[in-house]
C-alpha cells in the first residue's frame, strides 16, 4: 500500500514574483504567425483599426512574460525540481482585449499546493499559480491560471 507524501507547509498566498512588460507590435506578429492566427486584426495595423483597435494581441499573448521572469529563482521559491516539472493546464480570463502598447503587470500568487499519490504509486505536488495582469491605469486586462505538476523523482 502506497502512503501519502509527507506534510509540508503549504505555500498558498506566496507571491512568487511580479513582472512588467510592454506589448509590442511586433511580438504581437510574431506571435500571430507562429500560432497561424489567420484574422488580419493582430497583423494589419488598417484593418485592426477599421474595427476599432490598435493591432490586437493573440489570446496566449501574456506567455511573453516569461521571458522577463528569472525562472530559476521561482522554482526554487517554490521549492520545486525543475526536471520533474511539467505544466499540467494554463488558461486565460480576458476583461478586455490585449492591445499593442498595453503596458502590464502582473503578480504571480500561488493559489493552490497540493501533494497527491498518482496511480502509479508515485506522488505529485500540483501547484496553481494565477497572475492577474493590469493596465497602467491599475485595470484588470487579463487573469492567467497555471498548474504546474511536480512528479517524484524516484
Do not use: N
Amino acid at each position: 500500500m502506497t502512503s501519502a507524501p509527507p506534510a509540508r507547509q503549504s505555500l498558498v498566498g506566496t507571491v512568487v514574483d511580479t513582472v512588467r512588460f510592454e506589448v509590442e507590435r511586433g511580438k504581437i506578429r510574431e506571435f500571430a504567425v507562429a500560432s497561424r492566427a489567420g484574422d488580419p486584426v493582430h497583423t494589419d495595423p488598417s484593418e485592426a483599426a477599421r474595427r476599432g483597435y490598435d493591432l490586437l494581441a493573440t489570446a496566449t499573448h501574456v506567455v511573453v512574460a516569461g521571458h522577463y521572469r528569472d525562472q530559476r529563482a521561482f522554482v526554487a521559491k517554490l521549492g520545486l525540481d525543475i526536471r520533474w516539472i511539467v505544466v499540467g493546464s494554463t488558461s486565460w480570463e480576458y476583461a478586455r482585449p490585449l492591445v499593442a502598447g498595453d503596458a502590464l503587470t502582473g503578480v504571480r500568487t500561488v493559489v493552490a499546493d497540493e501533494s497527491k499519490v498518482s496511480g502509479s504509486g508515485g506522488s505529485m505536488r500540483l501547484v496553481t499559480l494565477e497572475t492577474p495582469y493590469v493596465d497602467a491605469q491599475g485595470d484588470l486586462v487579463v487573469r492567467q491560471r497555471e498548474v504546474l505538476i511536480e512528479r517524484s523523482g524516484s
